[in-house]
């Protein structure tokens, strides 16, 4: 927590200003953004000064696995929280540039709104003036999903179920630092399959283990049936992602596949899908 005087945030907003026409003005597109209308500000207010200091200060934080988060108290007692996470497996650089390129659009795609979130390939980025971490509440789903069926789709979710189940017991049982798994699954004149799993790395193990759980199974509910060979559902907490083809660096863990698949358990009450298209990445 850090509490800034008026020259302190002069100058952090000047370095945010600097940050935000330093980088190009043709950001990348979020693959899904949300910008909650529930709580706004006024434009050029005390506040914005107060979000501009908070979002030049996160780059500053990473706790060397991609994760940065940062709390500010204010002297008005006004709390600002901003959490970014990037892919476990991407380059420090990339990351970087991926979390700037974040702080930009985001900024520019909710103008006045208090709480947003923006989801890149590489990375997410999400400030509220509320709790973020080990916050488990979920107010939405971002599914996306693979316009190509597999031919066989009782197979491929047999053969898909069981590699997802570990790597969550994999990602569940990392560090404080980093709790991200990656592994792939094959099965006789069939596809590889490719899966990665995370969770901010502030989760219990019981909380990444049921965010991921809860993810996959309603995926699975809405798709499941219609055997997509790619998808991805994002939440604030946690995401995952499958693929017949490696989409990830680094070395993978092998799963044989197991014959039985138990059904997706139906999406819990108060949820909703935010947006659900076909997959480009």
Known sequence: MLILSNKQLLWFSFVFIYLTNSISLAQPE???YDCNEASNYT???TYESYLNTSLSILPTTNSGNGF????SIFQNNETLYSVGLCRGDVEQDVCATCLDDSIVKLRQLCPNQKDAIGYYDYCMLKYSNTTILTKTGIRFYVFLANQQNASDIDRFNRALRPLMNQLIRDAAGGDRLLKFATGNTTALDFPTIYALVQCTPDLSRQQCSDC???????????YGNSGKVGGITFLPMCNFRYEIYQFYNGSTLVIPAPPSLPPPRPPPPGTSVAQTFPMKL
């Not at 940065?68 to 709390?71: K, M, Q």
């Not at 991921?212 to 809405?222: G, K, R, T």
Request: proline share 0%; net charge negative.
């Open 30 to 32: 979020f693959i899904s």
């Open 212 to 222: 991921l759980e809860d993810a996959v199974n309603q995926f699975a509910h809405y």
């Open 68 to 71: 940065y988060s940062y709390v």
């Open 43 to 45: 434009r050029n207010s």
